[in-house]
C-alpha cells in the first residue's frame, strides 16, 4: 500500500523555521521524483519545491527560493522541506507528492500524494 506522510507542521512567528518530513512506503521511492506542494485557503494549490530521482536537480517556487531547501534520503524513503525565514504568506497545507524519474511544477502529473500538513505562519 502506497502511503506519503507529512509531518513537522505547525504554528510559527515570522522569520521563524520548519522542518517538514515526508515519509514513504509501498513503491520504489529511489526511482520517483518528489515535490512539495502547498495550498492556501481560498486559492489554487500551487508548486513549492521538487528533487529529482537522482538528487542532483532541485527546483524552486520563484516565491521560496533563498528561503526553503528540499533534500531527500533514499537510504530511509524520506523527503524534507527546509523552510527558513516564514512569512505570512507561506501559510498553507502543504503536501508531498511523487511522480516517476524528473519532478513538475504541474500537480496533476504526480501519482501519489499525501493527506497534508498545515504551516501557519503568524505576523
Known amino acids: 500500500q502506497v502511503q506519503l506522510v507529512e509531518s513537522g507542521g505547525g504554528l510559527v512567528q515570522a522569520g521563524g523555521s520548519l522542518r517538514l518530513s515526508c515519509a514513504a512506503s509501498?513503491?520504489?521511492?529511489?526511482?520517483?521524483?518528489m515535490g512539495w506542494f502547498r495550498q492556501a485557503p481560498g486559492k489554487e494549490r500551487e508548486f513549492v519545491a521538487g528533487?529529482?530521482?537522482?538528487?542532483?536537480?532541485?527546483t524552486y517556487a520563484d516565491s521560496v527560493k533563498g528561503r526553503f531547501a528540499i533534500s531527500r534520503d533514499n537510504a530511509k524513503n524520506m523527503m524534507y522541506l527546509q523552510m527558513n525565514v516564514l512569512k505570512p504568506e507561506d501559510t498553507a497545507v502543504y503536501s508531498c507528492?511523487?511522480?516517476?524519474?524528473?519532478?513538475?511544477?504541474?500537480?496533476?502529473?504526480?501519482?501519489?500524494w499525501g493527506q497534508g500538513t498545515q504551516v501557519t505562519v503568524s505576523s
Open positions: 528533487i529529482n530521482w537522482a538528487d542532483d536537480i532541485k
Open positions: 507528492a511523487a511522480r516517476l524519474w524528473d519532478s513538475s511544477i504541474i500537480s496533476s502529473s504526480y501519482k501519489y
Open positions: 509501498g513503491f520504489a521511492f529511489s526511482s520517483y521524483a
